[in-house]
Nanobody, 128 residues
Framework: VQLVESGGGLVQAGGSLRLSCATS????????IGWFRQAPGKEREGVAV?????????YYSDAVKGRFTISRDNEKNMVYLQMDNLKPEDTAVYYC?????????????????????WGQGTQVTVSS
């Protein structure tokens, strides 16, 4: 299993970035994909999660709801995180991760339990 993030960078507040996660070594359509982030001195937090089951489900943390959009292309083995109206507090290293076949209820409490496979992360810096 391999996940490789790209697309991070430096952007001004109010700007946009699109993160990509290239996946390999597993059947993407079967598994849940999550985007997480970790800012310096803070705990890792989930920001978006996607499942292809049951017609497809996506969920977002309150901090990014309405600004971030997770999407996936199962045929291309790609997952994306479109980030709009970025704020300085969005500055963090962003990771994509997989592992569960169903979205864990603990994800809604901010837990990454069940996500056993992680990418190396990509830095997003939002200047004010």
């Amino acid at each position: 299993v391999q996940l490789v993030e790209s697309g991070g960078g430096l952007v001004q507040a109010g700007g946009s970035l699109r993160l990509s996660c290239a996946t390999s070594g597993f059947t993407l359509s079967v598994y849940v994909i999550g985007w997480f982030r970790q800012a310096p001195g803070k705990e890792r937090e989930g920001v978006a999660v996607s499942s292809s089951r049951d017609g497809g489900s996506t969920y977002y943390s309150d901090a990014v709801k309405g600004r971030f959009t997770i999407s996936r292309d199962n045929e291309k083995n790609m997952v994306y995180l479109q980030m709009d109206n970025l704020k300085p507090e969005d500055t963090a290293v962003y990771y994509c991760a997989t592992g569960p076949r169903y979205i864990p209820s603990r994800w809604f409490d901010g837990s990454s339990d069940g996500f056993g496979y992680w990418g190396q992360g990509t830095q997003v810096t939002v200047s004010s």
